[in-house]
């Protein structure tokens, strides 16, 4: 990655926290995100590599919206994140909530054939149809560590 691009990435980053700060401010003190400007920043701090970043996001999060119920791909990147940081217990679980979330996406991240489980699927990001645009992927060398431990 180069400096240029390392740099719009922060930028992107420090734009999602400004609108969080702003509608933090608009409502009083508390969050309406509407937008889902909250699940934007671990894929960016991913990219980046910055896991210590990502983490500090991530405990944030936790801080300040701990009842939202997320969707896959953010608690798969919460997983990366605690595991890159050898928080393996904590990565543990949220592996687990990733699975419990979307039983699909393992399968998709090892590039194994999804095939439809007749369950109950409350939502739409219960799906085998919301894993289908999941970019992660085993074969991204800078998770070899993380495959490994995963599998």
């Not at 937008?35 to 910055?50: I, V």
């Not at 393996?88 to 687990?96: G, H, I, L, M």
């Not at 039983?103 to 739409?124: A, H, P, R, T």
């Amino acid at each position: 990655m180069t400096p240029k691009e390392e740099n719009l990435i922060r930028r992107k980053i420090a734009r999602v926290k400004a609108d969080l700060v702003a509608d933090k401010r608009r409502w009083g003190g508390c969050y309406h995100d509407g937008s889902g400007n909250r699940y934007k920043p671990p894929h960016l701090y991913l990219q980046l590599g910055d896991f210590d970043e990502g983490l500090r996001y991530m405990n944030w999060f936790d801080k300040n919206f701990p009842d939202d119920s997320c969707d896959p791909v953010f608690f798969f990147e919460w997983t990366v994140i605690l595991f890159m940081k050898k928080k393996y217990k904590e990565a543990k679980r949220k592996a687990f909530k990733t699975y419990c979330s979307n039983i699909y996406v393992f399968d998709k991240y090892f590039g194994k054939e999804l095939k439809k489980v007749e369950k109950s699927e409350k939502s739409n990001t219960e799906t085998l149809e919301y894993c289908i645009n999941f970019e992660y992927s085993f074969q991204n060398e800078e998770f070899s560590s993380f495959n490994i431990w995963l599998t």
